[in-house]
Each structure stands twice: as C-alpha cells, then as structure tokens.
C-alpha cells in the first residue's frame, strides 16, 4: 500500500516519468511476431535510415510502424523541441494485446477456433 497523500504519490509518480518522446499505437490488428520482424529491422537505428527501412518493407506491418514512427518524430519535434537530425530509435517493442476469438466450422458439426490477435506497438526516440 502506497504511504502518503495522493498529491505526494502522483508527483513522486510524475517525477519517475520518462521523458523521452514517443509514439504508441494500441490495439493494432496484427499479432506480436509480425510486428517485430519490422520492429528489429529499425532499434538502435537514426530516424532517416529507420523511415527508410520501413517505407521499403513488404510486410503489413511496415505501414503500420511508418505511421508511428512518423507520430513519434512529430511528437519530439513539437512537444520537446528536438531537431529529427539528432534522433534515434532507443526503444521500439511490441506487447500483447487483446484476442478475439471467433469459430470456423468444421465437417461433421465440429467447430474450430480462430484467434485473431492484437498488439501494442511502442516506438521510443532519443537524441543522440
């Protein structure tokens, strides 16, 4: 149980924050492991190559992280007032989300299910 009053424990909260800027995008329709085949290809790299890698990608996802690497970009540029010159992928991940099931019939009345799977993909910059 957390000790003091809530105007306390939400600054001490605050004060742990990270302050780096980042994109996040949840409940995107693909699973965890076909996010991070795009998302391995861009960590650690700056943010042109990174854009770069992914505007050329075939897979699905590719768009998707397009997007939110732009976002991210955006963020840093206006909330922090970061040049993109000077930024980095630090951080990209992807956790699970929720799944949805649904019911594929099968021959002599037996049902088969399909889980169509969410993600929560995260995109984190840094300067360098």
Same mark, same amino acid.
């Given at each position: 149980?957390?000790?003091?009053?809530?105007? $306390?424990?939400?600054? @001490?909260?605050?004060? $742990?924050?990270? /302050?780096?800027?980042?994109?996040? #995008?949840?409940?995107?329709?693909?699973s965890v492991q076909k996010a991070c085949f =795009?998302?391995? %290809?861009?960590?650690?790299?700056? =943010? $042109?190559?990174?854009?770069?890698? =992914?505007?050329?990608?075939?897979?699905?996802?590719?768009? =998707?992280?397009?997007? /939110? #690497?732009?976002?991210?970009? %955006?963020?840093? @540029?206006?909330?922090?007032? /970061?040049?993109?010159?000077? /930024?980095?992928?630090? @951080?990209?991940? %992807?956790?699970?989300?929720?799944?949805?099931?649904?019911i594929r019939p099968r021959a002599q009345g037996?049902?088969?299910?399909?889980?169509?799977?969410?993600?929560?993909?995260?995109?984190? #910059?840094?300067?360098?």
């Open positions: 149980m957390a000790k003091g009053h809530r105007t $306390q424990i939400k600054r @001490e909260r605050n004060e $742990q924050k990270d /302050l780096r800027p980042s994109a996040k #995008l949840s409940f995107a329709r693909m =795009v998302l391995d %290809a861009i960590r650690g790299k700056d =943010v $042109q190559t990174a854009l770069a890698t =992914v505007m050329y990608n075939p897979r699905y996802a590719s768009s =998707v992280v397009e997007k /939110l #690497l732009k976002s991210a970009i %955006a963020n840093a @540029e206006n909330n922090n007032g /970061l040049k993109a010159e000077n /930024l980095y992928v630090a @951080e990209c991940y %992807a956790n699970k989300g929720p799944t949805m099931k649904r037996r049902a088969y299910r399909i889980e169509k799977r969410m993600s929560h993909i995260t995109i984190v #910059l840094d300067e360098k």
